[in-house]
């Protein structure tokens, strides 16, 4: 049975660690997460995987407690698992959060990526280990070409981005040092019902549920014309995995190659409630109203804005369409459809969601 080992969030299991731990154990993989002690349950992404939910019992999926910022933990757990595959998941993964929380972000996304190769050497498992390490469009940030692909110069615009560079390279020093099987998936925006509520898409499809339900009348948002190329997670987490069956490593870029503004993914959520948005005002005066009632149901606050902003993201993932036979299955419309109507079930029976 193969054996992998996913470093996620280190709050709660992330939206990614979680589809991508059912994929993997539909494939018979054990999979083993790392999430950090609470005191309250966290695994609220995973507890369907549990082979029973109720009692948290295990069954091919094992949770250790551990820390990207912990090399000993690291070193500790992958002697103990000796994985086949490693994906690196584990990051304060908000970028606005990253101007607040610099020095966190940079010793997480960053060092704590270098503290897991290290604790695959210091185990020995160089020769026996393939290695993902989860990249991002943010280090494309002020765009140096359109669209971006994987020989695209960097420019990251936060110290998420900043940080997020510094594993990139560290991964390919390590392949390139050690012979070391590590791979870069520069992943661009991907979304679902499971995406982090403080995350703009999810911000977005939560409130529109809330005001379907007559549980909100309005929210905030910073800026409504960043554009970006939004994709499904669940289909992006194959692409993962398909990274790390190939001969050779490689990096790549995965997007769907489509742009959509933040204002669009409004519209098209207020759409599917059976709402027609129309925009009054400019800047921060610029509201989102209502055509059929009149009420203002969108407001734009400074306080949402990046120092510095990325503007536009546009992925082009010929090369993984090429190498992986890799192909994006969600349309956006249905993206949004999805976690609308999700988050309208969540609300519907847990209001304080």
Not at 66 to 95: F, M, R, W
């Amino acid at each position: 049975m193969p054996t992998a080992y996913v470093p996620t969030k280190l709050q709660t299991p992330r939206e990614d660690g979680s589809y991508l731990a059912e994929f993997l154990l539909e494939k018979g993989y054990e999979v083993h997460g790392i999430v950090r002690r609470s005191s309250s349950f966290n695994t609220g992404r995973i507890e369907h995987l549990y082979k029973n939910s109720q009692a948290h019992i295990e069954g091919n999926m094992k949770l250790h407690y551990g820390d990207l910022t912990d090399s000993t933990c690291l070193v500790k757990i992958i002697n103990e698992v000796k994985p086949n595959e490693i994906y690196n998941l584990g990051a304060q993964s908000h970028v606005k959060i990253s101007f607040d929380l610099a020095e966190y972000t940079a010793d997480v996304d960053g060092v704590g990526t270098l503290r897991l190769l290290d604790a695959i050497k210091t185990c020995g498992l160089i020769n026996s280990v393939k290695f993902y390490q989860a990249s991002t469009s943010e280090l494309f940030g002020k765009v140096q070409e359109i669209p971006q692909k994987e020989t695209t110069p960097f420019y990251p615009r936060s110290p998420y981005g900043a940080a997020k560079l510094y594993a990139y390279w560290i991964v390919v020093n390590f392949r390139e040092a050690y012979n070391l099987f590590a791979v870069n998936g520069i992943l661009f925006n991907h979304e679902s019902p499971r995406r982090g509520a403080n995350f703009v898409t999810r911000k977005i499809s939560r409130s529109v549920a809330k005001i379907h339900l007559g549980q909100m009348d309005s929210f905030s948002l910073g800026n409504l014309d960043a554009k970006r190329d939004w994709g499904h997670a669940r289909d992006y987490v194959e692409a993962m995995w398909l990274m790390l069956q190939t001969d050779e490593p490689e990096d790549f870029v995965i997007a769907t190659g489509e742009v959509h503004s933040v204002r669009e993914f409004v519209e098209k959520s207020f759409k599917h409630i059976g709402k027609t948005i129309v925009w009054e005002g400019k800047n921060e005066n610029e509201v989102g109203r209502c055509k059929e009632t009149g009420k203002i149901h969108v407001t734009v606050n400074h306080k949402y804005y990046r120092p510095t902003e990325v503007d536009f993201l546009q992925g082009d993932c010929t090369k993984a369409r090429q190498k992986l036979n890799w192909k994006p299955r969600v349309t956006f419309d249905e993206l949004v459809r999805e976690m609308v109507d999700a988050d309208v079930e969540l609300m519907r029976s847990n209001p304080n969601a």
